[in-house]
T-cell receptor
Framework: KNEVEQSPQNLTAQEGEFITINCSYS?????LHWLQQHPGGGIVSLFM???GKKKHGRLIATINIQEKHSSLHITASHPRDSAVYIC?????????FGSGTKLNVKP | NAGVTQTPKFQVLKTGQSMTLQCAQD?????MYWYRQDPGMGLRLIYY???????DKGEVPNGYNVSRLNKREFSLRLESAAPSQTSVYFC???????????FGSGTRLTVV
């Protein structure tokens, strides 16, 4: 049983497209994180959300606590956005990770 | 440079050998974590430390021990390495309730 489910698992897009990655979770959470893992392996924290919406550059993250769902949007996608995007949720004392969405943006 | 520093970046061990992975953060974060990442699988928590002097088991603690030496440092020890411990290990820290994670660059460990 996976506490965090991401979709899609793999996503190929053309440069400039609008991209949405979805995350659903089944546990009560105190926060949700979106992480980006580059092809070289490094992991970067993009957002931490507990409600509403956050925006940073071309990235937008939303969360609906009642529906236990979050989305990560990328506007005007670029090949440098190619990476694995990971959703992680924090409960009182545990973290659960999705298996990631592998995004490939073609020029 | 502020962040999380992990050493070593690469290591090859023989079955039965021991080693310690080092992790240090300079952001004054309370919480530190050790994860492993295996091909096709998500990150899995091995151990975490919510504050200096405390450690707790995560999802996959068997075969590992940890030490929160002080607020900055959190080490992971393999006492008797097994091929099943071949993985990429990530250390991370966070200031709970305030910000997100900061990850180290990872240690690629191969046990032969």
């Amino acid at each position: 049983k996976n506490e965090v489910e991401q979709s899609p698992q793999n996503l190929t897009a053309q440069e400039g497209e609008f991209i949405t990655i979805n995350c659903s979770y089944s546990v009560g959470i105190s926060a949700l994180h979106w992480l980006q893992q580059h092809p070289g392996g490094g992991i970067v924290s993009l957002f931490m959300l507990s409600s509403g919406k956050k925006k940073h550059g071309r990235l937008i993250a939303t969360i609906n606590i009642q529906e236990k769902h979050s989305s990560l949007h990328i506007t005007a996608s670029h090949p440098r956005d190619s990476a694995v995007y990971i959703c992680a949720v924090k409960t009182f004392n545990k973290f659960y990770f999705g298996s990631g969405t592998k995004l490939n943006v073609k020029p | 440079n502020a962040g999380v520093t992990q050493t070593p970046k690469f290591q090859v061990l023989k079955t039965g050998q021991s080693m310690t992975l080092q992790c240090a953060q300079d952001m004054n974060h309370n919480s530190m974590y050790w994860y492993r990442q295996d091909p096709g699988m998500g990150l899995r928590l091995i151990y975490y430390s919510a504050s200096e002097g405390t450690t707790d088991k995560g999802e996959v603690p068997n075969g590992y021990n940890v030490s929160r030496l002080n607020k900055r440092e959190f080490s992971l020890r393999l006492e008797s390495a097994a091929p099943s411990q071949t993985s990429v290990y990530f250390c991370a820290s966070s200031e709970d309730g305030v910000g997100g994670y900061t990850f180290g660059s990872g240690t690629r460990l191969t046990v032969v």
